[in-house]
């Protein structure tokens, strides 16, 4: 089964400490996303990677950090910069040069902070 | 970052009414794309657009792409209660590999 696979599901955060958000896919999609959401809000964009080893910062960055070391493999870390880590973390990917600009997402990260 | 506007922000609705939604931009948009978020999961894709003007439908559902390149629609038709949810509407220019997302349309259907 093809798709797009987000672990752990629940994750809580002590302060002061960094947690890094697992997002994996099996599409073969070259380009990879995360967003945040908070309550009653859109998706707001934290980091995108469009090729393996290079990745660049979306309208959020600070206090996030990630790595593209694999295609498939493309996690986030929340570092303790980041100062009100509390939401939905959901990771995207899309199919380069399909002329399709589709992305396709995980099932999320629900982090609370202990 | 820019987001789209969408309206309504909320709907209560009852089980067999027809629901419409829109989403507007300040800037053209060559795709138009609207998803639906069950609470607590990821976005699913409902209806992708790509020509102003074309409308497309997905069983009960039909999205447009506005004329202006700025604007799409969303209606579903006989709603029921598994329509609820928040629909989003996230546009993208050709050579952008960002989407840029709408507020959201939360749904609730009534028996």
């Known amino acids: 089964d093809g798709g797009i696979t987000q672990s752990p599901k629940y994750l809580f955060r002590k302060e002061g400490q960094n947690v890094t958000l697992s997002c994996e896919q099996n599409?073969?999609?070259?380009?990879m996303y995360w967003y945040r959401q908070d309550p009653g809000q859109g998706l707001r964009l934290i980091y995108y990677?469009?090729?393996?080893?290079?990745?660049q910062k979306g309208d959020i960055a600070e206090g996030y950090s990630v790595s593209r070391e694999k295609k498939e493999s493309f996690p986030l870390t929340v570092t303790s910069a980041q100062k009100n880590p509390t939401a939905f973390y959901l990771c995207?990917?899309?199919?380069?040069?399909?002329?399709?600009?589709?992305?396709?997402f995980g099932a999320g990260t629900r982090l609370s902070v202990l | 970052g820019q987001q789209l506007n969408q309206s309504p922000q909320s709907m209560f609705i009852q089980e067999g009414e027809d629901v419409s939604m829109n989403c507007t931009s300040s800037s053209i948009f060559n795709t138009w794309l609207w998803y639906k978020q069950d609470p607590g999961e990821g976005p699913v894709l409902l209806i992708a657009?790509?020509?102003?003007?074309e409308l497309t439908s997905n069983g009960r559902l039909t999205a447009q792409f506005g004329i202006t390149r700025k604007d799409s629609f969303l209606n579903i038709s006989a709603s029921i209660p598994s329509d609820v949810g928040i629909y989003f509407c996230?546009?993208?220019?050709?050579?952008?590999?960002?989407?840029?997302f709408g507020t959201g349309t939360r749904l609730q259907v009534t028996l």
């Open positions: 657009l790509y020509k102003a003007g």
């Open positions: 995207a990917s899309r199919a380069k040069g399909s002329g399709r600009n589709i992305q396709y």
């Open positions: 599409l073969n999609h070259d380009a």
């Open positions: 990677s469009q090729i393996v080893n290079d990745f």
């Open positions: 996230a546009g993208s220019t050709g050579t952008a590999s960002k989407l840029t």
